[in-house]
């Protein structure tokens, strides 16, 4: 699957929702026994979630684009396919956390991209779904420090913490995760399933549970004057940072 919403792959409520929908026709797919997932933008994986969809918008609109991010994490983190990220380009918050639902993840060895959940540098908060995946993957120290200081990390900062797998050149990215594509499905799809649900079902099912109350979590925090003041200084940052 290759991301293509120019010029960042933000992760719109269109997006997100042509992302699942994409997705899902995939997993009912008996032939289909793997994906992967990289960018057919330049220099970017994904910029994380559309910062335009939770500023100045309603509470009904963020409730709705909440809803779709659940969606896409839960499809991803519980996907019966292998998912491997070719991680292509930088890819911050949002980006992160679509790349460590992913089985494996190789990341191009350019020093001039980033990932990591820098959340706390937008004056907003990652939610527990987050962490825990992050948890999941590179431990709880790590995330501790990485999710206060809203740490984006070097390609070769996060192969040392684990938060990616292998750095390759950027022009062997493909070529590698097909390499390793065919490692992971020699290995019998029944019980390769239900060890990855094993390991991640209690995270799962810690947000099945409590889907709602996240939503409503996610409303009333973001649409709060500091928070949306907070994301606008960072909007106006992006933008001059360009000019
Ligand atoms: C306790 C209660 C807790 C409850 C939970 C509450 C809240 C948590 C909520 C959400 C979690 C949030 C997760 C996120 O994912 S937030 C998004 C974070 N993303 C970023 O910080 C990345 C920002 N972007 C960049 O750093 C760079 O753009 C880039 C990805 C490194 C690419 O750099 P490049 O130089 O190639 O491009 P530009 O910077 O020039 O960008 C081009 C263009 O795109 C706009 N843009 C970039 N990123 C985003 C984005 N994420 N959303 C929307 N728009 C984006 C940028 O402004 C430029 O626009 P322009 O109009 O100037 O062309």
């Keep these: 699957m290759t991301l293509q919403n120019p010029p960042v792959n933000s992760l719109s409520l269109d997006f997100l929702t042509e992302f699942c929908s994409a997705l899902e026709k995939l997993e009912m797919d008996k032939s289909c026994r793997g994906v992967i997932l990289t960018s057919g933008q330049p220099k970017v994986f994904s910029a994380g979630l559309d910062i335009m969809e939770m500023y100045g918008k309603s509470p009904e609109r963020c409730g709705e684009f909440w809803r779709a991010v659940q969606e896409m994490w ?9 998912i491997i990220a070719a991680i292509n380009g930088s890819s ?15 990341m191009a ?8 959940l820098n959340e706390t540098q937008l004056g907003i908060v990652a939610p527990f779904w987050f962490k825990e ?12 420090i990485a999710l206060q200081l809203g740490q984006l990390y070097s390609p070769t900062e996060a192969l ?22 065919t490692k992971w499905l020699a290995v019998p799809d029944h019980a390769r399933q239900i060890t990855k649900s094993m390991m991640r079902k209690p995270t799962i099912d810690k947000l099945m549970s409590k889907r709602e109350p996240d939503i409503q979590n996610f409303v009333s925090f973001i649409t709060k004057d500091p928070i949306q003041k907070s994301l606008g200084l960072y909007l106006s940052m992006l933008k001059k940072r360009k000019s």
């Excluded at 911050?92 to 190789?106: E, F, H, K, N, V």
């Excluded at 040392?160 to 594509?181: C, F, H, N």
């Design 74 to 82: 839960l499809k991803l983190y519980s996907s019966n396919m292998v």
């Design 92 to 106: 911050p918050a949002g980006g992160c956390l679509m790349s460590m639902t992913c089985d494996y993840r190789i």
């Design 133 to 144: 995946t992050m948890v999941n993957t590179v431990g709880h120290r790590t995330t501790e």
């Design 160 to 181: 040392d913490i684990g938060l990616v797998d292998k750095l390759v050149p950027e022009d062997q990215i493909i070529a590698t995760a097909t390499q390793t594509m």
């Design 109 to 116: 060895d350019n020093p001039r991209y980033s990932i990591g």
